[in-house]
T-cell receptor
Framework: DGGITQSPKYLFRKEGQNVTLSCEQN?????MYWYRQDPGQGLRLIYY???????QKGDIAEGYSVSREKKESFPLTVTSAQKNPTAFYLC????????????FGSGTRLTVV | AQTVTQSQPEMSVQEAETVTLSCTYD???????LFWYKQPPSRQMILVIR??????QNATENRFSVNFQKAAKSFSLKISDSQLGDTAMYFC????????????FGQGTILTVHP
């Protein structure tokens, strides 16, 4: 079955460390997105990519980086510059065109220890 | 920039009754899409219903329906015959016609269905 897979489900980061969250999809979707979810603030867009080797900053890109070397993969790195990284991170994908529906991954919970 | 506002942080309803969740949005675009997503305790995001702004008819999906008031920029969700499985966080979301598929979310409403 096609879907979008995020790993790991839980991740712990020490102060000053970079960590990478994985997002893989086998839906042949063109666009991929990373959102951050904090209590009481809904979901906020970090980065998005519409095609391979191209990506754009979202509303809260500072302290994060991404790459899109393959259509199927859109990893998110949380760098040490992100001062408050504890949050729930959701990856999503979407096929370009009139089919504007999102498919979401199951999320990664990142905690700073 | 678009904004989406959900003014009800929490709502509760008795099983089998009807509840309405509110959502307002602000945009200067004329072509856009609106969504309601459900996030149960598993935290998996599930699409409940969507509405295309150019369609005047309100969308319905089984027990879920919307009241789309374009002039008022209002997009409320009505859940009929509420079930225990409807207990979840509900997000209203906006996608502009020229936004490259980016979604802008409201703050969410926690809905609890009581037996």
């Amino acid at each position: 079955d096609g879907g979008i897979t995020q790993s790991p489900k839980y991740l712990f980061r020490k102060e000053g460390q970079n960590v990478t969250l994985s997002c893989e999809q086998n839906l042949n979707h063109d666009a991929m997105y990373w959102y951050r979810q904090d209590p009481g603030q809904g979901l906020r867009l970090i980065y998005y990519s519409q095609i391979v080797n191209d990506f754009q900053k979202g509303d809260i890109a500072e302290g994060y980086s991404v790459s899109r070397e393959k259509k199927e993969s859109f990893p998110l790195t949380v760098t040490s510059a992100q001062k408050n990284p504890t949050a729930f991170y959701l990856c999503a994908s979407r096929k370009e065109g009139r089919d504007f529906g999102y498919t979401f991954g199951s999320g990664t919970r990142l905690t700073v220890v | 920039a678009q904004t989406v506002t959900q003014s009800q942080p929490e709502m509760s309803v008795q099983e089998a009754e009807t509840v309405t969740l509110s959502c307002t949005y602000d945009t200067s675009e004329s072509n856009y899409y609106l969504f309601w997503y459900k996030q149960p305790p598993s935290r998996q995001m599930i699409l409940v219903i969507r509405q295309e702004a150019y369609k005047q008819q309100n969308a319905t999906e089984n027990r879920f329906s919307v009241n789309f008031q374009k002039a008022a920029k209002s997009f409320s969700l009505k859940i009929s015959d509420s079930q225990l499985g409807d207990t979840a966080m509900y997000f209203c979301a906006f996608m502009g016609g020229t936004s490259y598929g980016k979604l802008t979310f409201g703050q969410g409403t926690i809905l609890t269905v009581h037996p």
